[in-house]
């Protein structure tokens, strides 16, 4: 038995020690004596539990005291059983992702965390510095394959903090952020493995989503994450679980409903029409923060969490990029709840 990793033993005052500084499981234990402050404060440097009582006796303690404070310790949910071979070690990107899963887990094996998303598979279908935040953060966190797509070239608006150099301009996107991926983490795979699909896909489109890219993905009864970069704003969401809640088509309608002109404003928008050789580039805050609240999410899904994109979309909006949460429900004229998935697509 161990402290969970991660937790600090800090001293409040002579008679009161703190374990843990976030305000979801800190705790304070007062009314204690020097000894079992001292005794306590051991684990600062030492969590194992086991040898506790024994060290008890050197800080003055009675092996009856140390039992009731490991009781308390465990009754705060602060100790975990977590194997020693699955404790993290710092070998990988992930290794921060292990270390935190000790603490959000209830059986405290963080490492375990990390070894699923090893199994799993997630496309991110447009790679400026946005998509590339979204691709590189997951294969930082122990996501196993990143499957990439883009037809376009790296260009200068390109480059910036997401990781992308001028060296990059003129390189296929997709290269350089195969590249970029695996210089932080090796292992991960960027081309499809033959019978798998992606867990997730993650659509990073400009100014509106594009309709018939969200159909092909409910028909094929893949979940997808829709983003998109405005002229100063993002949209992050939502997560879409075909057959489970509201689709792009469903937020579509609902705009159509307030706006009898969205329509036909979205078809241009997706079309892309009347932007031959305009060079747009993202700011690099709204590209990083995006990208990785869209990253959260997905691991959010892929861990069994509850994404807060599942029904709703954050709007992110510059100067201030505070996302706001703002919730969609099933359209009633949609129909998306009783679509019947086709056989799935590779992404390639």
């Known amino acids: 038995m161990r402290l969970r990793p ?21 705790v304070r234990l007062g009314g204690l004596g020097a000894g079992e402050v001292r005794l306590l404060r051991l684990l600062d440097d030492d ?46 990107a992930a290794s921060a992702d292990a270390a935190v899963g000790c603490l959000l887990r ?30 590189v953060t997951l294969a930082a966190a122990g996501v196993g394959t990143v499957l990439l797509d883009d037809d376009g070239h790296v260009t200068s608006v390109d480059v910036g903090a997401a990781g992308y150099r001028l060296g990059d301009v003129g390189s296929s996107r ?105 060079l747009r580039g993202e700011v690099g805050v709204l590209a990083g923060l995006c990208g990785a609240l869209a990253a959260a999410e997905v691991l959010a899904h892929l861990d069994g969490g509850s994404p807060a994109t599942r029904g709703a979309s954050y709007e992110v909006t510059l100067p201030d990029v505070a996302p706001r949460r703002r919730p969609w429900v099933v359209h009633p004229s949609c129909g998306c709840t009783t679509l019947t998935p086709t056989a799935p697509t590779p992404l390639t």
């Open 47 to 92: 969590p194992e539990l086991d040898a506790l009582v024994d060290r008890a006796r050197a800080c003055g303690v009675s092996a009856g005291r140390a039992t009731e404070l490991l009781d308390a310790l465990q009754t705060a949910r602060l100790t975990c059983r977590t194997p020693a071979s699955s404790r993290p070690r710092v070998r990988t």
């Open 174 to 278: 997709v290269h350089v952020a195969s590249r970029l991926v695996r210089d932080v983490a090796p292992d991960v795979r960027t081309e499809p493995v033959d019978g798998t699909f992606p867990d997730v896909v993650v659509l990073v489109e400009r100014d509106a989503a594009d309709p018939a890219a969200g159909l092909a993905l409910m028909t094929a009864g893949m979940t997808h994450l829709s983003v998109v970069v405005r002229e100063a704003d993002a949209l992050v969401g939502p997560l879409v679980v075909p057959g489970a809640g509201p689709c792009l088509r469903c937020v579509d309608l609902h705009r159509a409903d307030v706006d009898d002109c969205w329509p036909t404003v979205v078809a241009q928008l997706a079309g892309r029409e009347g932007r031959v050789g305009v």
């Open 6 to 26: 991660g937790l600090r033993v800090l001293s409040r005052s002579d008679s009161e020690v703190q374990i843990g500084t976030d305000a979801r499981w800190a």
């Open 106 to 135: 209830d059986d405290g094996d963080g490492a375990a965390l990390v070894r699923a998303r090893a199994g799993r598979t997630v496309g991110v279908v447009g790679l400026g510095p946005l998509g590339l935040t979204v691709a």
